[in-house]
C-alpha cells in the first residue's frame, strides 16, 4: 500500500511492487482496489476507476 500510495499508479510498474502484487490473493486485491480509490486527500490523491482497472489488469498478469 505504501508504494501505491506514494507513487500512485505508477508504482505498479516497479518491480518490488509488481512481485508484492503477486503475492496477493484475490481477496487481498479487491482490498487494495478498495482503499486506494478512499485515500484521503490530505495524504495521498484516490485512484480513479481507470487507475484500479490497470491495476486489476497487473495483478491478472501475475497470475496467467
Not at 9 to 28: I, Y
Not at 41 to 63: F, G, K, Q, R, Y
Request: hydrophobic fraction near 35%; aromatic fraction near 6%; glycine fraction near 4%.
Amino acid at each position: 500500500m505504501y508504494s501505491l500510495r506514494e507513487r500512485g499508479v505508477n508504482a505498479l510498474q516497479e518491480p518490488d511492487t509488481r512481485r508484492r502484487l503477486r503475492d496477493c490473493s484475490k481477496g487481498h486485491l479487491c482490498e487494495v482496489s478498495m482503499r486506494v480509490q478512499n485515500f484521503k486527500p490530505d495524504i495521498a490523491p484516490a485512484w480513479s476507476p481507470d487507475d484500479v482497472a490497470t491495476l486489476i489488469v497487473s495483478w491478472n498478469e501475475l497470475h496467467e
